[in-house]
């Protein structure tokens, strides 16, 4: 699979927030999910990739050439979905297209009305009046006409039905599958169980894992207990409280050194439990 994207050593200082040392790689026909709290750095890593905040440090690169300079050619074979898109409210549909689709040299049209049609909008629906899940819709209609080959999805099923999400998790698989790369910023993570090939986690302005789903789960396993040996403890990444004791966060090579059962970690119970982490 070629290499679409390559972030390089990111950084972005502000007085109370680093990032630092973000890198990664976006490959075509992937999905990748972008998971950490709220604050963690997705937001400002994704706004330093389309350019909306200036990084301090790094490199990105766009099929192996640096964007720095060219970032208004680096934008045309991006797409960017919000989950606080918003548009001309009162205007319809295809008033708005009219507009968005003079930015881009490479907009084609036959493509749009397909969109529409797969989502069942038609253009003279006010912006206004459509659901959350069909405005959502809408922007990905736009951002994928005009050739996009890069996605850029900024918690996108925030606020929207579980048919809807499921609807949406149908349509970024569809992309991949014609070779479009995904990068899809969530704090639902159980949108990514079944899409996602491979996870990214941000913790405090840095990358925690990099890893394919699959890996990801199974380095860590779940233990429940009362009590515990002090040189257990001290190999717990997080831990929560119970009802009737605790549940805490191992590594699944330490698994053996517990003497009790433990469990494969889903990547939400991970991601929860890492977030506890002891002090």
């Known amino acids: 699979m ?23 790689t976006l490959r075509a026909g992937t999905i990748t999910g972008f998971v950490g709290r709220n604050g963690a750095g997705k937001s400002t890593t994704l706004y330093a990739l389309l350019s909306l905040v200036q990084p301090d440090a790094g490199n990105i690169l766009y099929r192996g050439e640096n964007i720095r300079g060219r970032e208004a050619v680096f934008k045309q074979r991006v797409g960017f979905v919000s989950a606080g898109v918003s548009f001309y409210a009162k205007q319809k549909l295809h008033r708005i297209t009219d507009v968005v689709k003079t930015f881009y040299g490479e907009w084609n049209d036959t493509l749009y009305r397909r969109y529409m049609q797969a989502f069942a909008l038609d253009g003279n629906q006010v912006f206004e009046k459509l659901s959350n899940g069909m405005k959502i819709k809408f922007a990905l209609a736009l951002a994928l006409s005009h050739n996009a080959e890069l996605l850029i999805l900024d918690e996108p099923t925030g606020g929207l039905d579980p ?117």
């Open 2 to 24: 070629s290499v679409i994207l390559e972030v390089e050593n990111l950084c972005k200082f502000y007085p109370s927030f680093r990032l630092e040392g973000v890198s990664f």
């Open 163 to 279: 048919v809807s999400r499921e609807e949406l998790a149908e349509i970024l698989l569809d992309l991949a599958g014609q070779g479009k790369a995904v990068l899809f910023s969530t704090h639902i993570i159980s949108d990514l169980d079944r899409i996602a090939d491979r996870i990214l986690y941000i913790k405090n302005g840095r990358i925690l894992a990099d890893d394919t789903l699959q890996g990801f789960t199974d380095a860590y396993r779940l233990v429940q207990y009362q009590t515990l040996t002090e040189p257990q403890r001290k190999k717990i990444i997080g831990e929560l409280r119970l009802k009737d004791g605790y549940s805490a966060l191992i590594k699944a090579a330490d698994a053996a050194d517990f003497g009790m059962p433990s469990v494969c970690a889903g990547a939400e119970d991970i991601m929860v439990h890492i977030e506890k982490e002891r002090a």
